[in-house]
């Protein structure tokens, strides 16, 4: 609609020109001694007007030729870039099909475009490490350092990522212990820390991480809870060799991680083994009451102190609400035969078997019966003791 209106307005213009020019009878004289030179209006007109266009068309055309060599320039920028971006598209499509090989060249040919250069030399870092050439994919890396702060995160947390594949967890930990001071609420750099602080058993810091991840809400309950079990159990079997620091750590946590059965059963038998059976004896007792577990309630068979009695009155108390535990009946056997009551041992031991055999229970009775001069019974419950035990 423009154009059309344009060229309206330009047939106008012209007929009015001509119009004008074919009833003008005006002259012109221009005086320059010792010369004089006379013209038609109608003819200077076309001449001034002719003038001005040829000027114009003439200017056009230097200036043209001048910014050639530039436009050539930037058409040839143009097409490396173009070129460059082809080849990083290609590099992905090929990293993300697992063609390594075909990715590094694509990737490298990438690098030849600035504004590129970190990610192509990044995928072509990860396409070296997948082919097992760690040289080149060493170099990749340096040529990511680009000093460019989003590029060079990119750079750190790839190389933490590569080296936490090749099982290199000390030097990964450092790189994301660097990248956590300037990005300390990146989940994946949470994850990737978690992951080298297991692997080196370092649980304090496990627990920190998983605190961290717990603040962003980016881990689930469930495995939260199961992850930070495993780094209380690895920080009691650190601790189980000296008891102060053992009661220490036991003491300071919270009482809901302390009612945990796993825990409570490890810290008992840590305790027990370095002849703490009162510690053992209350840390079962709690969780107990808290939990009802068979795995609990054998080992608080073991746990007795100088005198079994009070224990005994307290298992007797479980056994109205657990008639036909067989764990429990086994504990208070053991029980029994620590103050010396065999009758009630044996009895409790026996009806354990008749509910549910275990190598354990035959050892106990094999060495009642030992105690109370039986010995051809004995014989008879270690060989059955030996059979269940494979």
């Given at each position: 609609?423009?154009?059309?209106?344009?060229?309206?307005?330009?047939?106008?213009?012209?007929?009015?020109?001509?119009?004008?020019?074919?009833h003008s009878n005006g002259y012109?004289?221009?005086?320059?001694?010792?010369?004089?030179?006379?013209?038609?209006?109608?003819?200077?007109?076309?001449?001034?007007?002719?003038?001005?266009?040829?000027?114009?068309?003439?200017?056009?055309?230097?200036?043209?030729?001048?910014?050639?060599?530039?436009?050539?320039?930037?058409?040839?920028?143009?097409?490396?870039?173009?070129?460059?971006?082809?080849?990083?598209?290609?590099?992905?499509?090929?990293?993300?099909?697992?063609?390594?090989?075909?990715?590094?060249?694509?990737?490298?040919?990438?690098?030849?475009?600035?504004?590129?250069?970190?990610?192509?030399?990044?995928?072509?870092?990860?396409?070296?490490?997948?082919?097992?050439?760690?040289?080149?994919?060493?170099?990749?890396?340096?040529?990511?350092?680009?000093?460019?702060?989003?590029?060079?995160?990119?750079?750190?947390?790839?190389?933490?990522?590569?080296?936490?594949?090749?099982?290199?967890?000390?030097?990964?930990?450092?790189?994301?212990?660097?990248?956590?001071?300037?990005?300390?609420?990146?989940?994946?750099?949470?994850?990737?820390?978690?992951?080298?602080?297991?692997?080196?058993?370092?649980?304090?810091?496990?627990?920190?991480?998983?605190?961290?991840?717990?603040?962003?809400?980016?881990?689930?309950?469930?495995?939260?809870?199961?992850?930070?079990?495993?780094?209380?159990?690895?920080?009691?079997?650190?601790?189980?060799?000296?008891?102060?620091?053992?009661?220490?750590?036991?003491?300071?946590?919270?009482?809901?991680?302390?009612?945990?059965?796993?825990?409570?059963?490890a810290a008992a038998r840590y305790?027990?083994?370095?002849?703490?059976?009162?510690?053992?004896?209350?840390?079962?007792?709690?969780?107990?009451?808290?939990?009802?577990?068979?795995?609990?309630?054998?080992?608080?068979?073991?746990?007795?102190?100088?005198?079994?009695?009070?224990?005994?009155?307290?298992?007797?108390?479980?056994?109205?609400?657990?008639?036909?535990?067989?764990?429990?009946?086994?504990?208070?056997?053991?029980?029994?035969?620590?103050?010396?009551?065999?009758?009630?041992?044996?009895?409790?031991?026996?009806?354990?078997?008749?509910?549910?055999?275990?190598?354990?229970?035959?050892?106990?009775?094999?060495?009642?019966?030992?105690?109370?001069?039986?010995?051809?019974?004995?014989?008879?419950?270690?060989?059955?003791?030996?059979?269940?035990?494979?």
């Amino acid at each position: 609609m423009r154009t059309a209106l344009w060229l309206v307005a330009l047939a106008t213009v012209a007929v009015a020109v001509a119009l004008l020019g074919l009833h003008s009878n005006g002259y012109v004289i221009i005086v320059l001694a010792p010369w004089r030179v006379e013209l038609s209006l109608n003819l200077l007109v076309l001449m001034v007007f002719g003038g001005y266009f040829a000027f114009y068309f003439l200017t056009r055309l230097i200036s043209t030729m001048l910014a050639i060599p530039a436009r050539v320039k930037a058409y040839r920028e143009a097409r490396a870039k173009d070129r460059s971006r082809q080849s990083l598209n290609d590099a992905l499509v090929a990293f993300f099909q697992g063609r390594y090989a075909t990715a590094e060249r694509a990737a490298s040919h990438a690098l030849a475009m600035d504004e590129s250069k970190g990610v192509a030399a990044i995928i072509a870092a990860k396409s070296a490490h997948e082919l097992g050439r760690f040289t080149e994919r060493e170099a990749f890396l340096e040529k990511a350092n680009t000093g460019r702060p989003e590029i060079d995160r990119m750079r750190l947390t790839t190389l933490a990522d590569l080296l936490l594949g090749q099982s290199k967890h000390e030097e990964a930990l450092a790189v994301l212990k660097e990248l956590a001071q300037k990005d300390a609420k990146n989940v994946r750099l949470l994850r990737m820390r978690l992951q080298a602080e297991q692997q080196l058993r370092r649980w304090d810091e496990v627990l920190a991480t998983l605190a961290a991840l717990g603040r962003l809400d980016a881990i689930g309950e469930a495995e939260r809870d199961a992850l930070a079990r495993a780094a209380h159990l690895g920080n009691l079997n650190r601790k189980a060799q000296d008891t102060p620091a053992l009661s220490a750590y036991w003491k300071q946590l919270p009482s809901d991680i302390r009612l945990d059965a796993t825990l409570a059963a490890a810290a008992a038998r840590y305790f027990l083994a370095a002849g703490g059976s009162e510690e053992a004896q209350s840390i079962l007792e709690q969780a107990l009451e808290h939990d009802w577990n068979p795995a609990l309630v054998a080992l608080y068979g073991e746990a007795h102190g100088t005198t079994a009695l009070p224990q005994i009155e307290r298992a007797e108390r479980w056994l109205r609400d657990h008639p036909r535990d067989p764990a429990l009946l086994l504990a208070l056997g053991k029980l029994c035969m620590k103050q010396g009551l065999w009758g009630k041992a044996q009895s409790c031991i026996e009806a354990s078997l008749a509910m549910e055999p275990s190598q354990d229970g035959h050892m106990t009775l094999a060495a009642l019966m030992e105690q109370i001069g039986k010995p051809n019974e004995a014989v008879r419950h270690f060989r059955r003791s030996a059979e269940l035990s494979g």
